[in-house]
């Protein structure tokens, strides 16, 4: 379509792009440039929109552009950062950062989202640095706080994490998210009376965390609770049906952002998700990968049916190979969950580990059909292996994981 100025392909684009469609979105900033060649708000959103797509080169050139024309400009420094954390300069996006915090017309909420930049790559310390900076400049600013505690707890402080979290509740009673979070927190320490009166605080419509219903079930054992534990067994196959009516960002950011709890609430239309773990168990990485998964198939698959498999609503060789990197450090991390000599069925179904992996074979496997040549890198390829090596022991034989764990390990080769 034909639009008379850029304002109108711009809307377009950010149309696309807030709905995910990223192939569509920069297919419009592309035809407002060819109009508008010099248009910096279609320029920043073509950067934008190559970042979801992981060509972080051309996202770079064209913010390294649009900096030199605007150097203050917050959005040109907050997308640099972003690139440069992709392409593993973290002392680079560093200095983008520090150079967007010098403009005083930066809110909490726009240091609240720099610091989850750097969370979402897996840098932790620095994150918790700016989260803090962002609840100073404004105390009662709830995200800050739960961010700062998703910090904490992968950096191996469950107080502090527990405290910030507790910050988080007294700036919004309403929060149920740091609720969730505060009371498995409580539960995995050992402490599951405090967890279950966290828990208890919760509505029902409240709770899309699979893990919380499950583990208030097992706390809800008393006579008198008979009703409540029909209504918790009712929530909890809900949740397992759905997943809240969100952006891709929203879901991305559901540890660290207040949720639009309204349309999670009237959305009669809600999809299974891809990823059916539990975000306080692994924070983040599950998230990620669903929101990657959403973008390359068409509808979530049943895994216990042998014959099963994913159906691609779109193939891109970027979005496969960003995927297979977020299994691999997933894979890294659950080593941490399970346990040498346990069956560790629970702390698989709460991860989610099965279907990933099933999912990761899937895309390999159209990987090597489209580029039987090979061109899967090769890098990418020794560090799934090294990854699934790590949790090879630990899996319980004849299981569901198990086969994904052959499945994927066959594909790889």
Known sequence: MTYKSSDDYNNEGLDFYNGGEFEKALQSFREGLARFPHDSDLLLGCAMTHIRLGDYIQACEILEGLHAKSPESSDVLQGLAETYLWLGRKEKALEFIELALRNPENDASFVNTLAMILYEHDQFED??????????????????????????HRLGKPQEAIASLKRAIGADARYWEAHSYLGNLL?????????????????????????????????????????????????????????????????????????????????????????????????????????????????????????????????????????????????????????????????????GLTNLLFYGAAIIQEMRRRYPAGIINKGLVRRLHKALSLIQSRLPAKTQAREALASITTALG
């Open 127 to 152: 994150a918790a640095r700016y989260y803090k900076k962002a609840f100073d400049m404004t105390p009662d600013f709830a995200p800050a706080h739960m961010g700062y505690a998703a910090c904490c």
């Open 187 to 351: 539960y995995d320490l050992g402490d599951k009376k405090e967890a279950k009166a966290i828990f208890d605080k919760i509505p029902l419509e409240g709770i899309w965390d699979p893990t919380t219903l499950k583990r208030l079930l097992l706390l809800s054992r008393k006579e008198e609770e008979k009703e409540r534990r029909r209504k918790l067994q009712e929530r909890l196959e809900e949740v397992k049906r759905a997943r809240p009516r969100l952006s891709v960002e929203d879901f991305l950011n559901q540890i660290e952002t207040l949720l639009d709890r309204d349309a999670a609430k009237k959305s009669p239309d809600a999809k299974r998700r891809f990823w059916t773990g539990s975000p306080t168990l692994v924070p983040i990485m599950g998230l990620r990968m669903e929101a990657l998964l959403t973008r390359m198939f068409s509808e979530p698959c049943d895994f216990s049916d042998g014959n099963a498999s994913p159906r691609f609503a779109q193939f891109d060789k970027g979005l496969c190979e960003q995927y297979l990197l977020e299994l691999a450090k997933f894979l890294e991390e659950e080593k941490r969950l399970l346990k040498p000599g346990k069956s560790n069925k629970t702390a698989i179904e709460m991860s």
